[in-house]
């Protein structure tokens, strides 16, 4: 019984050694993940200290290698698309899109892109249109197909969550 309880405490004790040592993400740029609103939050924070001039600057260029898979940083693209979006910069929110179309510096949701799309469309950006229109269609061959109405709510919560994230950061 004793020597039991010994392999016990020692499995225990490698188990929650490797468990803490898991915890710990690797942050290359090869990554993929979904973003917690403490990492938007610090995204959008430093974003936020960017000059609009930079900032414009800054997500053409990455909106062009999240659009074509083609950059060398799409995880630090996909960042600061994502901090802007929330920000409310609709080409940022486009580029958002793509990430989550394309699986880039993220993990791959056909749902959000098509509500980053949309945000994006109702925020001005034209170019989104034909995206959001693109990534229905490609919904709406999939069974089940969402619904019209849960579209319709997917891009009303993001649109809520955008406006709550922007009244965090000013805190």
Not at 6 to 20: P, T
Not at 79 to 94: F, T, V, W
Not at 103 to 124: I, T
Request: glycine letters at 6%; proline letters at 4%.
């Amino acid at each position: 019984m004793c020597k039991r309880s010994l392999s016990i405490a020692a499995f225990i004790l490698l188990f929650s050694a490797g468990v803490a040592a898991a915890q710990v993400p690797a942050a290359s740029e090869s990554d993929v993940f979904l973003p917690e609103k403490a990492d938007i939050l610090g995204w959008m924070a430093q974003a936020s200290k960017l000059p609009a001039a930079e900032q414009d600057d800054k997500v053409s260029a990455a909106l062009k290698n999240v659009a074509d898979s083609s950059g060398d940083t799409p995880r630090s693209d996909f960042q600061l698309c994502l901090a802007l979006a929330y920000m409310g910069n609709a080409k940022a929110q486009r580029c958002a899109g793509y990430a989550y179309e394309n699986g880039v510096g993220v993990v791959d949701d056909q749902l959000e892109a098509r509500a980053w799309f949309a945000v994006a469309s109702d925020g001005g950006d034209a170019d989104s249109a034909g995206d959001e229109a693109r990534v229905t269609l490609r919904l709406n061959s999939a069974y089940p197909a969402p619904s019209e109405e849960e579209l319709e709510h997917q891009k009303a919560a993001l649109k809520e969550k955008v406006a709550a994230y922007q009244k965090d950061l000013k805190r």
